[in-house]
């Protein structure tokens, strides 16, 4: 009863949480579910013996002398199918298996049978004077050594007498002790099994209530629509929208680029038209200077004849180089530009940009309704969820388990005083025996004592002293008592010993390495008809395959009861945890979403046409050959700085005088002028060249880079106006995934949380552990054989120790009669 009533809260348990799983994909955000709360079970399923383990592992090793035989699977499965006996062989195999006990019990039956009977004919003989009955001793030369020996004998037995009634009395104590503290084990394992109970509601509540978790990032994602599919649809369409407005916006630019290189162009033409022929009127006048100075008398002497030729011959060189005069004006292409300017074609470009990058508040705007109803779908589906758990008897079932367990636990309160009282009396029985050998050993002790202490070597036979004549009679009465109470001893030791050891064999080794559970699920073994005894009990279908050895290993390992037993045969969570049940509404809502981007204009026909007029401006048609090819040349035939160091260094080879002065002063007039007018003209020429040449690279088939941006802007806005539903659908799709993804994380979530953390079965584990491992063999086996073997050991030594003592005992009692020799 107790079973099923658990088997069917899991049962619930699973229905509960199974209605809220999934499969877990990477697309969307991880979300974090935290841990499932579960409390730590206090049972520690495992017994330290202590110092006497050391005895048990001798027992152990005792026993795997008796009995190394492997555990007999075929014989237990047949003797559970009632099978046992029909072929002629098992009856063989199991005294095969048995032989060890079998010998060890027979030779404990003569024991038992032998020894009283032995006894009473020792008794009957020594009454009739013989067997050492005779108070006669005869003398022997080596009488001391024999004495020595029968009493090292003795004691060395006596002394192994006590080491096993100690090794029964110790046994016999700590299954005393163990069983007065298994009390506390056992309502550890109440508790674990309550907390098991009334952990499990909390945390079904718990998975439950992580669906807010998902609902949660679901609604934010809704939320934030624009930004996430708004932006994913703006992200795939700006593939192809943004290059064509930057070249629009670049050609804007362009345009501008052009208007101040014609400007540049035209001043520059100007300056340089003026300053050349001011340059050219001011060289005229220093060559002419020069010549008149040339032309002194000064210049006849023969010291500066030839340097004077020299100059005269070079000043043919003050003259200009460039000529600007003739270059073609480019005001008609700069008048068609300054119209073209008219038109702000960057505006009409930014504005398609403010137009594209609406998108995410277009979204909003276009998916509020659907929107609206998605977050109703979820709130419905977390509504369902509750109420669901709602209906599941979840508190009734764990209501009636509970009052189950009190009960038991209120039988077992109860009965354990009965245990205890019980156990007092085996206690007792086992001490009184123990105690038989103790005073049995008692009395070799005093006769070994007194006899020893009280022996006079010079002292004949007839005169020894009462010491050693009672110490005589105590080895005597060891002897006696020794046949009284050997039989008895025998007897208990032969039950125990037969009992316990295939208790050992059978039960204790084989639950330790798991060999039992496996004869326990050997197919139609505990029920003809079903092939599997526990999922036939549990699930009423014996096929599945369900084992104790798989369960106990399962709980052993604290994995939930839901997947330990299987309960997906009875209630399959996957079914419930179908993420269809849940994001269809979901998927099929945003599968309506329809959003309309035809009002985005990029480039209207006004900026397209500007465009078109700034192609036929005519910049193409300037004469670029005829500006670079006057730009390339100097602005005079010579550098007027080397010209002006080099007619002062003549100069200076000229006789000091008018000549050399009025030399040098031309000579500073040349520099001043190349530093008034032929250094702003090369700057003008600098900037002509530059204008020039961005012009030239501009008008570079204008023609046809106006006719591609115009091309791609016109695709872009296509792709707006009629391929956009595509992408939409595309980012749409993707956007849906996300959302449908978190249901799936935590439908996964859920799926590992009930297999592995939802009332994590092991307590139960705990108590087989408990019932089999630790009390049955444990505290009970363990003591039990420890027990026998102790005390088995000092009836087996009473024998040899019967021996020694009625040999010792004449040379200990006062003799009746003494050997005479006559002198």
């Not at 109860?414 to 206690?427: A, L």
């Not at 749409?732 to 009332?759: L, N, P």
Request: net charge negative; hydrophobic share 40%.
């Amino acid at each position: 009863m107790a079973v099923e009533l658990c088997l069917l809260l899991l049962l619930f348990c699973g229905s509960t949480i199974s209605e809220v799983q999934p499969i877990y994909k990477p697309p969307p955000g991880t979300l974090d579910f935290g841990f499932v709360p579960a409390k730590t079970y206090d049972t520690g399923a495992y017994h330290e013996p202590g110092p006497i383990g050391i005895l048990f592992k001798v027992v152990h090793a005792f026993l795997y002398l008796v009995q190394p035989n492997p555990f007999p699977q075929d014989l237990i499965r047949k003797l559970a199918q009632q099978k046992f006996g029909n072929t002629q062989g098992d009856y063989q195999k199991a005294i095969y298996y048995e032989i060890g006990f079998i010998v060890s019990a027979a030779l404990g039956l003569l024991f038992i049978l032998l020894l009283p009977l032995v006894g009473l004919c020792f008794c009957m003989c020594r009454c009739c004077d013989n067997c050492g009955g005779e108070m006669h001793q005869r003398q022997k030369k080596n009488a001391d050594c024999q004495r020595s020996c029968f009493a090292t004998f003795l004691f060395v037995a006596s002394l192994i007498i006590s080491v096993g009634v100690l090794c029964a009395y110790a046994a016999n104590q700590h299954l005393t002790s163990q069983v007065r503290g298994a009390k506390k084990l056992v309502n550890s394992n109440f508790k674990d099994l309550k907390v098991f109970l009334n952990d499990t509601p909390a945390q079904i509540d718990y998975l439950v209530s992580q669906y807010n978790t998902t609902k949660d990032k679901a609604l934010s994602d809704l939320n934030n629509v624009g930004p996430l599919l708004g932006s994913r649809v703006q992200e795939q369409l700006g593939k192809e929208v943004r290059p064509a407005l930057d070249a629009a916006l670049t050609m804007a630019g362009a345009i501008r680029e052009t208007k101040e290189a014609l400007e540049n162009v035209s001043v520059s033409v100007e300056v340089l038209q003026e300053g050349t022929e001011r340059l050219h009127g001011n060289l005229t006048d220093v060559k002419m200077h020069l010549s008149n100075t040339l032309n002194d008398s000064a210049c006849a002497a023969a010291q500066a004849a030839s340097t004077c030729n020299i100059i005269r011959n070079s000043l043919h060189q003050l003259n200009i180089n460039a000529n600007f005069s003739g270059l073609p004006g480019v005001s008609s292409q700069l008048a068609k530009v300054n119209d073209v300017l008219k038109i702000d074609l960057s505006s009409l470009v930014q504005k398609g940009y403010a137009a594209f990058n609406d998108t995410p508040d277009l979204v909003v705007n276009q998916t509020k309704n659907i929107l609206s109803d998605i977050k109703n779908v979820l709130e419905s589906i977390g509504s369902n969820i509750s109420n669901f758990t709602k209906t599941l008897p979840v508190q009734k079932i764990i209501a009636d388990l509970t009052v189950y367990l009190t009960q038991s636990e209120a039988y077992v309160q109860d009965y354990f005083p009965v245990v205890e009282q019980y156990d007092f009396y085996r206690w007792l029985g086992c001490l009184i025996l123990c105690c038989m050998v103790v005073l049995i050993v008692i009395f070799y002790y005093l006769g070994l004592l007194c006899g020893t202490c009280g022996y006079d070597k010079h002292a004949s036979p007839t005169t020894r002293g009462c010491i050693s004549n009672t110490g005589g009679n105590f080895l005597m009465a060891g002897v006696g008592f020794s046949f009284l109470f050997s039989w008895v001893l025998m007897i208990v030791v032969v039950l125990t010993f037969v009992t316990g050891g295939n208790i050992e064999k059978l039960v204790c080794e084989p639950f330790e390495d798991k060999t039992l559970f496996k004869v326990l699920d050997t197919p139609y073994l505990l029920n003809q008809h079903w092939k599997n005894y526990l999922s036939g009990i549990l699930f009423k279908n014996p096929n599945i395959n369900l084992t104790f050895e798989k369960v106990y290993s399962d709980c052993k390992e604290n994995k939930g009861i839901y997947t330990s037993l299987h309960l997906d045969h009875l209630f399959n969570i996957n079914e419930f945890l179908n993420i269809s049940m849940y994001t269809e509404d979901v998927t099929l809502r945003i599968e309506h979403i329809q959003i309309n981007l035809s009002k985005i204009i990029l480039l209207d026909e006004i900026g397209k046409e500007n465009l078109l007029n700034f192609s036929s401006s005519g910049i193409e048609g300037i004469n670029f050959g005829a500006y670079l090819t006057e730009i390339n040349k100097s602005v005079t035939k010579v550098d007027l700085l080397s010209f002006a160091n080099d007619l002062e260094a003549r100069a200076d080879q000229l006789p000091k005088g008018a000549l050399e002065n009025a030399l040098k002063g031309h000579a500073n007039s040349i520099r001043m002028i190349h530093s008034q007018q032929v250094v702003p003209l090369e700057q003008a020429m600098s900037t002509l060249n530059q204008s020039i040449r961005l012009l030239k690279r501009t008008s570079s088939e204008l023609m046809v880079k106006v006719k591609n941006v115009i091309s791609a802007v016109n695709a872009a806005q296509l792709l707006i106006n009629n391929n956009a539903s595509l992408v939409i659908v595309q980012e749409t799709k993707k956007y849906m995934d996300t959302i449908v993804g978190y249901f799936e994380q935590y439908i996964e979530w859920v799926k590992e949380s009930i297999a592995m953390e939802v009332a994590a079965c092991k307590p139960i584990a705990n108590v087989i552990d408990t019932a089999v491992d630790i009390f049955l063999c444990s505290y009970v086996t363990d003591s039990v054989n420890t027990f026998w073997f102790g005390l088995g050991g000092s009836s087996i030594f009473l024998i040899p120790a019967i021996i020694f003592a009625v040999k010792l005992s004449k040379y200990y009692r006062r003799m009746d009669t003494e050997d005479v020799y006559d002198e």
